[in-house]
């Protein structure tokens, strides 16, 4: 039988946004007609996700997530039905790229927190060389979103959510023409980085 886990979470999700969060999605027109392609945003909340892969809904979401995440036995059963990837920060595995990059061969969306980790305060961070790395290889369009509202409706250390807008503003794809055209593979990467972080504090400031 057909893994119905990602349909259904897309439709509860999607009713549960709308009636408590007041959901909105500006910029529809900037998102691709057909996949593949790299859905890139800031990331201040566990909502976050959620609310990319809404905000995307005439798509599957392939996220990849942080190997903790999958210790909690509830969400290690409903991540794996929904495809996510399990990334082991700090360890230097190539395997969460090689499942990444063949999802993004098989026609899929991959859904990426370019920072790596929630911010704190809310101010975007650096991009994690990972990033870069897999729009390099790739070759798909990367599309960049902010995201606002999250982290009011889940605060850190809170585990009810609480009643707030959230909007996600979607923006055009990321141009990294001159960046491929240096030398330097690692600083190829991190130019990469660079301007996907410039791409979505652009869409922050215009929120």
Known sequence: MRNMTYPLSRVFFTVYLKTCFR????????????????IVANHISYGDPVAMAIAFSKFKVIFIAKKELFHVPLFNVWFKSLGCIPIERWSGSSKPLKRSLKKLKEGGVLGIFPEGSRSIDGKLQKAQDGV??????????????????????????KRMPRPCKIRVKVGKAVDITESLKINDRREIYGSIGEKIMESISKLKDET
Not at 29 to 35: Q, V
Not at 136 to 147: D, E, L, R
């Open 23 to 38: 959901f909105e999605v500006c910029g529809k027109e900037s998102i691709p007609d057909r996949s593949p392609f790299i």
């Open 132 to 157: 870069g790395l897999i729009a390099a290889k790739s070759g798909v369009p990367i599309i960049p979103i902010y995201i606002s509202g999250t982290d009011k409706a889940l605060p850190r250390g």
